[in-house]
C-alpha cells in the first residue's frame, strides 16, 4: 500500500512538471514564430518588408517601424497614396514615405505632396501596413545574433517538447504499473 501512494505522488509530480513544461514549450515555439512571420511570410504573398526611414506623412508610427509594401504599376498610383521611396542614405532596406500628390505615368516621375517630383525608379511601391513593434524586433533577428538567438529559441521549445513527451511515456508506464 506505501509503495502504491509513494507512486501515486510521484505520478503526480510528473504531471505539475509535464504541465509547466508544456506550457514553457508553446510559449517558446511561438516566441520563435512571431520573431521569424512578419518578416517572412508577408513576401509569399507578394509584399516585401522595409524598415522605415523619414516619414512626411505622419502615418507611420516612428522610424525604424517595418513597412509592407506591394509593387504596383506606374499608372496605379492615385492621389493620397502613401508611397516608399530609397532612402538616400540607406543599404537598401530603408525606406521614406510620402503622400502621392498627382500622377501623370508619362512623365517618368510622381509628384509628392511636399512639392518634388520623384522617377518611378526610386520609388518601391506603396505602403500597405506597418508593424512598429513586432515588426521592427524581428528585423532585429535577422541579424547574425539575432539569428542564433531564433534557432536556439526554436530548438530550446522543442527540446522541452521532446522532454515533455518522454514525461508522458513514464507516467503511463507507472499507470500501468499500478493497474496490473
Known amino acids: 500500500m506505501s509503495k502504491n501512494i509513494n507512486n501515486n505522488q ?21 516566441v520563435a514564430l512571431l520573431i521569424v ?10 509584399y516585401h518588408t522595409y524598415l522605415s526611414g523619414t516619414d512626411h506623412t505622419g502615418n507611420i508610427s516612428k522610424n525604424g517601424s517595418v513597412v509592407y509594401l506591394k509593387t504596383i504599376d506606374e499608372a496605379s498610383y492615385k492621389d493620397g497614396n502613401i508611397v516608399a521611396i530609397e532612402s538616400a542614405d540607406s543599404s537598401g532596406r530603408r ?7 498627382s500622377n501623370d505615368s508619362s512623365a517618368k516621375e510622381i509628384a509628392l505632396r511636399d512639392g518634388n ?22 528585423q532585429l533577428c535577422f541579424s547574425a545574433v539575432g539569428i542564433i538567438v531564433t534557432v ?14 518522454k514525461i508522458s511515456k513514464e507516467i503511463n508506464t507507472m499507470v500501468e504499473q499500478q493497474t496490473a
Open 117 to 138: 517630383g520623384v522617377s518611378y525608379k526610386v520609388v518601391k511601391g506603396q505602403v500597405i501596413a506597418k508593424t512598429p513593434f513586432i515588426g521592427y524586433l524581428s
Open 95 to 101: 525606406v521614406d514615405s510620402y503622400y502621392v500628390d
Open 152 to 165: 536556439v529559441i526554436f530548438a530550446a521549445g522543442v527540446a522541452i517538447m521532446m522532454y515533455v513527451n
Open 37 to 46: 512571420l512578419p518578416v517572412v511570410l508577408p513576401p509569399i504573398f507578394g
Open 10 to 30: 510521484t505520478v503526480d509530480e510528473k504531471k505539475g512538471k509535464r504541465t509547466g513544461l508544456t506550457i514553457l514549450g508553446y510559449v517558446l515555439v511561438i
